[in-house]
Nanobody
Framework: QVQLAESGGGLVQAGGSLRLSCAAS????????MGWFRQAPGKEREFVSS????????YYADSVKGRFTISRDNAKNTVFLQMNGLKPEDTAVYYCAAPKSPLVEVTTRYGMGTWGKGTLVIISS
């Protein structure tokens, strides 16, 4: 059974940091790009960051560039999102996702085949 499980969310003050983790199981993780997305109340789910299967390329939304860092550990089937300099506008449920096919890069939420249940991040001002 294909599963993604996020963890690491919480409540922090503006300027603080959080590290999100996403543990994957049930598929050949090393062949899949992985993405992080977020959805704030009343807004559409949006792309945050992604990483290719070999960590060779990473992508970020303009709103998080320079503050967030994506990484992965293929030995542990886990992808991470280090979030620094957090702002109240970063408040959202954060989801990790895998595309439907291996060796396909992730740049939008379309084409994603598996989603985690999300982890809530709240940034207080």
């Amino acid at each position: 059974q294909v599963q993604l499980a996020e963890s690491g969310g919480g409540l922090v003050q503006a300027g603080g940091s959080l590290r999100l983790s996403c543990a994957a199981s049930g598929f050949n993780f090393i062949n899949y790009a992985m993405g992080w997305f977020r959805q704030a109340p009343g807004k559409e789910r949006e792309f945050v960051s992604s990483i290719t299967w070999d960590s060779g390329r990473v992508y970020y939304a303009d709103s998080v560039k320079g503050r967030f860092t994506i990484s992965r550990d293929n030995a542990k089937n886990t992808v991470f999102l280090q979030m620094n300099g957090l702002k109240p506008e970063d408040t959202a449920v954060y989801y990790c996702a895998a595309p439907k096919s291996p060796l396909v890069e992730v740049t939008t939420r379309y084409g994603m085949g598996t989603w985690g249940k999300g982890t809530l991040v709240i940034i207080s001002s």
